[in-house]
Each structure stands twice: as C-alpha cells, then as structure tokens.
C-alpha cells in the first residue's frame, strides 16, 4: 500500500492534497508536509546544494522521492539516475522530467556509480544500526573505484532530555506508519545516527568519514570514500 505515494500523487495532481500524519514510536503523530517534497533549488537548505555540488560523474540518487534532486543535477548536465520504492513518487519524477527513474529497491539494484546520494536523511532506510552496517557492505558493490556516499542524518538525542533513552536499542532506531484518507500503512523502521557512531561503524567497515557541514541543529553532512 503507497500510502506516501498517494499523497505525493494528489498533491502534484491536484495542487492540495489532505493531511499526510506520520506516527512514530517516540511521541504524537505529526503532520508531513508535502510541498516540501517539490521544493526547487532556492527552497533548498544549504546542506542539501553543499551535498549536490559536491556530487561526482555517475550518480545514483536513492530514495530520490519526486525527483527534485535528480532534476537540479540533471539541469547541471550531470548522468543521474533517480530509484525510490514508492511506484507513485516514480510516476511523478518521470512526468516532471527525470530522465533516469525508476522504480527500485537498492538492495537489489545491480550497477555501479561514482556517486551514491541519499539525502533528506534518506540513509534512515537502512533502518537499525545492523542494517546500516550491511549497507555500507552493500554499497561497496554499488560504487566505483574513487567513489563517494553522500549523505545527512541527524543526532536525535535531543528527543531524550527529559525522557529516559531506550535500554533494548541504539536510541536513532525508531519506527514510522503513514496516515492519509482513512489508510494506515505497515510500520516501517528508520534510523537517524549520531556522528560519533557513524565515524566508529564506518571504520569498521573500511570506509573514511568526512563531516563535510554541521548546521548547529543536530544535522550534518558526511561523505564516506573506501579505504585505500
């Protein structure tokens, strides 16, 4: 059920779309803005150009959403090709133009980049921090010689101040449903980690981890190359 992919539809369809609430697992559910998903280069944080400018020959933009990254790559004459799980944020991304896109889930795609981008914390599909190790293992089989991960992701400690961080789990590990018109999705997991324990896992793993911003809120932009 594409819950997600639903609201997307009617929005870009439509000009307006109902509430799109997302549940968690820590606190009330709140409301998803859509818009936010089509915003163009000017409505772009500056962690998010900082990530785009430094992007490289073949890129693989994963969990590209409507495409709005794809497309500022695109329009820079750079080869990119755009994957995400949702077949109707898909249909959106080739309507407005995305050259490349499909509908894909990157632990089966099979060809290699020089540059894999996830952004808008889109490395939480890795879910936990073991499915972040078993994608940074994964990815190497995804990425050129000289290549680069590029993503963000945030310290979300700052939920716990006044609540007891979690016992049975890395306190980044939550889950999400989606609410729209009546439907409520499957839960799904998602992770948000800090940058003490990306640098720790990335290591382990063999990859060198650069901080490449910090915007003072608790979110960042790292880059990862293979070590030599």
């Not at 890795?126 to 995804?142: D, Q, Y």
Request: hydrophobic share 40%; with cysteine.
């Amino acid at each position: 059920m594409d819950i997600f992919g639903k609201a997307l539809q009617d929005y870009y369809l439509k000009g307006k779309t109902g509430t799109l609430w997302l549940h968690n697992s820590y606190d009330v559910p709140e409301e998803m803005p859509i818009d936010v998903f089509f915003r163009n280069e000017v409505e772009m944080p500056d962690l998010e150009i900082t990530a785009l400018e430094h992007c490289k020959g073949t890129i693989l933009d994963i969990g590209a959403g409507v495409g709005s990254h794809a497309l500022y790559l695109q329009k820079k004459g750079m080869d990119v090709t755009a994957i995400d799980i949702s077949g109707g944020a898909v249909s959106i991304m080739k309507k407005r133009g995305v050259k490349k896109a499909f509908e894909q889930d990157i632990f089966t795609f099979e060809k290699r980049f020089d540059t894999l981008l996830l952004l808008m914390n889109g490395i939480g599909l890795t879910g936990t921090l073991a499915g972040f190790s078993n994608f940074l293992i994964r990815a190497k089989t995804l990425i050129n010689p000289g290549g680069q991960l590029i993503f963000d992701s945030s310290n979300i400690s700052y939920l716990y101040t006044d609540l007891q961080k979690p016992t049975n789990r890395y306190f980044g590990e939550v889950s999400y449903r989606y609410a729209y018109q009546n439907q409520l999705g499957n839960w799904f997991d998602w992770l948000y980690i800090d940058q003490e324990t990306l640098a720790t896992l990335s290591k382990s793993h063999g990859w060198e981890c650069e901080i490449m911003m910090d915007d003072g809120e608790d979110q960042y932009l790292a880059r990862l190359t293979i070590m030599s």
